[in-house]
């Protein structure tokens, strides 16, 4: 009875055993550490894990064996999950103290994919324990890499005076979460007595699921989620790339780890996200995805580096091919193995990498882009999050730096870099000192005043009057629908419009470029705010303007609700009896009164704009 037990148990462990090579191994039933060896784990790490799940296999036989689990076969049985779950979680945070903060943000990743990796339920439970602890150090990871703002506003000499509570707020929120704040949100930062409120606030939002929401729709603009013509990924595709770069944001994966896995990505664009990258082209040639690459992370069109790199940077992605799979639509990312054209190729830094048809040279290209030393990549993103944040770039423009030697010999944007760079490539890192800085929040010049991009404009004025939009495509191919609770800056797709959309400039994703967002104010957008079907009908049926009392004993609150919830501020004293005198002398029509009122703060300045 004894040996049938041992033989038992053995079988059941036997999911644990490690093979010589790891990244050959497949996943077993159960075992919570196939996760860690799907990593590119140094030969000390992996004899680590080899020790720990030895010792792991002869504490659970000990344990099994003893009276711990029972006095009696069918109590061990009985008592052999939860002890082996215990022992399991023991062990797999042993694992976890071996790997590095990036193979840890990887670990997420890979789960996020594939929620069924582990299999059973006690792989499961493993995960989801062990995962929230992942999650806890990487916010450390975050808090100690934290940048110092002060040497930023060193470069500023035009700042002036800080600006206010209520000015800060809506602009904090506008910039990192693509929102206006609610009332209740408003009042409870004003309310808040404490020296370092301004930041705790940017650290709230930047840990918000709206911050990661928001980057996703900048981000979706320059990696072109579109389902339709001329980038056809396809509603199924345009969903999961958009998914997964909401989750790489959520778990604030660093930014090379980002942009590498996006270059090299193959297999299924509608089951592995980040090889919708290089399908997302008007063309799959390889002058065309050689030029995504240096739009999106290189800060510039591939026309402007000089011929000799075009040409070998065309080489790198030459044997990237793309065939179709049965299911509708669906496309495989992959690497055709073939010798390439040429072996050694020069990199627009003068360096030179070495390609061979035993190593997909992606990856070799990638290690350069995202190297430290690099002088375009963390410059491109500094410029890049400059641009997104005070609506104007550093040097040129995002995608095209127009003058090389002021690219390089810029003060600032040096600075900059280096300091991404330095915080481990943090993009939270880099918005937390970006926002906590003087010249951020100050009335300085350097923040340029700028109209919403259409997304928000729809939201905000959804939050004004209380009302919902939804979306459902007109025609069966492709078939979109997003429902009425979804916000604006929350749809994947950027097939998908509206009149107010079309009207306000959202970009048709077909090029990655800032340009294809269009800023310019025009007499169509005048009109729309002052006179369309769509404002009128959202202020006539506004549950808002509706219920807001105004009676005399409740009309100060309410007017005061009425501007924060408009323009992020209670009115001032003219502004408040200006408006108690319009709604009193119009005992009859107060609420037609209200609703007038409501139109000619949407119809400000104030209320349309960044600033």
């Not at 808040?192 to 929401?213: H, M, V």
């Not at 040639?285 to 580096?305: K, N, Q, R, W």
């Not at 009392?549 to 919830?565: G, I, R, V």
Request: hydrophobic share 35%; net charge positive.
């Amino acid at each position: 009875m004894r040996f049938l037990f041992r033989t038992i148990n053995l079988f059941l462990l036997s999911s644990f055993l490690f093979a010589q090579e790891t990244d050959k191994r497949k996943f077993k039933e159960g075992d919570p550490f196939a996760i860690i060896r799907q990593l590119n784990l140094t030969r000390d790490q992996n004899n680590e894990l080899r020790q720990i799940m030895k010792d792991f296999r002869n504490e659970l036989n000990e344990v099994m064996g003893s009276d711990k689990a029972g006095k009696n076969p069918l109590e061990r049985q009985k008592n052999r999950g939860t002890i082996r779950n215990d022992l399991m979680l023991k062990a797999y945070d042993k694992a976890l103290e071996i790997l590095d903060e990036k193979q840890r943000l990887k670990i997420l990743e890979i789960t996020s994919e594939s929620e069924n990796l582990l299999g059973s339920e006690s792989g499961k439970t493993v995960n989801s324990q062990t995962l929230e602890r992942i999650k806890s150090d990487s916010k450390q990871a975050f808090k100690k890499s934290i940048l110092n703002p002060t040497k930023l506003d060193s470069y500023f000499s035009n700042t002036t005076s800080l600006i206010s509570d209520q000015h800060f707020a809506r602009r904090v929120y506008l910039d990192l979460t693509g929102q206006l704040p609610t009332v209740d949100q408003l009042i409870n930062f004003f309310e808040d007595n404490s020296p370092k409120k301004r930041l705790k606030l940017i650290d709230q939002l930047l840990e918000s699921e709206e911050f990661a929401t928001y980057q996703t729709l900048r981000w979706g603009d320059v990696l072109r989620i579109k389902s339709e013509f001329p980038i056809n990924l396809w509603p199924n595709a345009a969903a999961v790339y958009s998914r997964w770069i909401k989750n790489c944001m959520l778990q604030n994966m660093r930014y090379d780890e980002f942009v590498y896995q996006l270059i090299t990505a193959s297999g299924s664009n509608f089951r592995n996200p980040p090889s919708n990258f290089l399908r997302a082209t008007q063309a799959n040639d390889p002058y065309s995805l050689a030029e995504a690459v240096t739009i999106s992370f290189m800060g510039d069109e591939l026309m402007h580096f000089p011929q000799k790199v075009q040409d070998d940077f065309k080489v790198i992605f030459e044997s990237v091919s793309f065939k179709p799979t049965s299911e509708w639509k669906e496309q495989i990312v992959y690497w055709n193995r073939k010798e390439p054209t040429k072996t050694t190729l020069k990199m627009p830094d003068g360096k030179s990498i070495s390609i061979s048809a035993e190593k997909d040279p992606r990856r070799t290209f990638a290690n350069w882009l995202v190297a430290k030393e690099n002088p375009y990549f963390a410059k491109a993103y500094a410029n890049r999050i400059w641009y997104w944040t005070f609506g104007k770039s550093i040097v040129g423009t995002p995608d095209k730096f127009t003058n090389t030697k002021e690219f390089n010999k810029s003060l600032l944007l040096n600075y900059l870099s280096k300091q991404f760079v330095k915080s481990g490539y943090n993009i939270k890192g880099f918005y937390r000192m970006i926002m906590s800085s003087r010249v951020y929040q100050s009335r300085s010049p350097n923040y340029k005043m700028r109209a919403y991009d259409a997304e928000i404009l729809q939201d905000v004025l959804c939050q004004v009057f209380g009302t919902q939009v939804s979306y459902m495509s007109d025609t069966p191919e492709p078939f979109s629908h997003y429902p009425k609770d979804m916000a604006t800056i929350e749809l994947a797709d950027g097939s998908i419009t509206s009149k107010l959309l079309e009207t306000f400039g959202r970009p048709s994703r077909d090029t990655g470029f800032e340009y294809d967002r269009v800023k310019t104010a025009t007499e169509s957008q005048r009109l729309f705010m002052i006179n369309s079907t769509e404002i009128n009908t959202w202020i006539d049926k506004s549950w808002i303007l509706r219920t807001l009392p105004l009676d005399s004993k409740n009309l100060t609150k309410s007017l005061q609700y009425l501007w924060l919830n408009t323009l992020s501020r209670y009115p001032d004293k003219r502004e408040l009896e200006a408006a108690k005198k319009m709604i009193k002398s119009n005992k009859e029509k107060q609420r037609q009164t209200l609703q007038d009122l409501c139109w000619s703060l949407i119809n400000s300045e104030e209320f349309g704009a960044r600033y």
